[in-house]
């Protein structure tokens, strides 16, 4: 039994060899529902080999008189297909907030009125890391985000600092 227990512990171990890694990131990417640019800033926390949760806000510049903050809670499934490099599918929930800007007619008042409309939605998608000796790892994503009025394709691509 002794041998048996022994015998499984690196086993275990290498199971769960990435349980606890947390990573930081930023990323750069494009919206299609106002066809413009967006920035990220994320957050994963790894809780086994094949899963972890990567909450991230993201905010999608002005377009079209319409900028956008969305935040995301979205749960990732890790495959490895090389020894640094994995493919994983994402789905989780969005927050949107889409701010409309205009002119009023009235002169005397604010030139620039925005109104907001938030919504709650849903993300799905896919993407891949790459981890680099040392605490590096870069990546990208790509999926589409479910919101009554407001969905639209996201590409991102990051770079992220491991921990």
Not at 13 to 23: D, I, V
Not at 84 to 101: E, F, Q
Request: hydrophobic share 40%; aromatic share 12%.
């Amino acid at each position: 039994m002794c041998v048996a227990l022994i015998s499984g512990g690196p086993v275990a171990k290498s199971a769960n060899s990435y349980r606890g890694e947390k990573t930081v990131s930023l990323g750069v990417g494009y919206h299609s529902f106002n066809q413009s640019a967006l920035a990220e800033v994320g957050f994963t926390y790894r809780f086994s080999t094949y899963f972890r949760l990567a909450p991230s806000v993201q905010y999608v510049f002005r377009r079209h008189n319409e900028d956008a903050m969305q935040i995301n809670l979205n749960a990732e499934v890790p495959l490895p297909v090389a020894a640094r490099c994995d493919i994983y599918p994402l789905a989780g929930l969005c927050y949107t907030s889409w701010n409309h800007h205009g002119t009023l007619l009235n002169p005397d008042n604010n030139r620039d009125v925005g109104t907001r409309t938030s919504r709650l939605g849903i993300n799905a998608g896919a993407g891949f890391n790459i981890r680099f000796p040392g605490a590096l790892r870069l990546g990208a994503s790509a999926g589409y985000t479910f919101v009554k009025g407001y969905h639209g394709a996201f590409v991102v691509a990051r770079i992220a600092y491991a921990f």
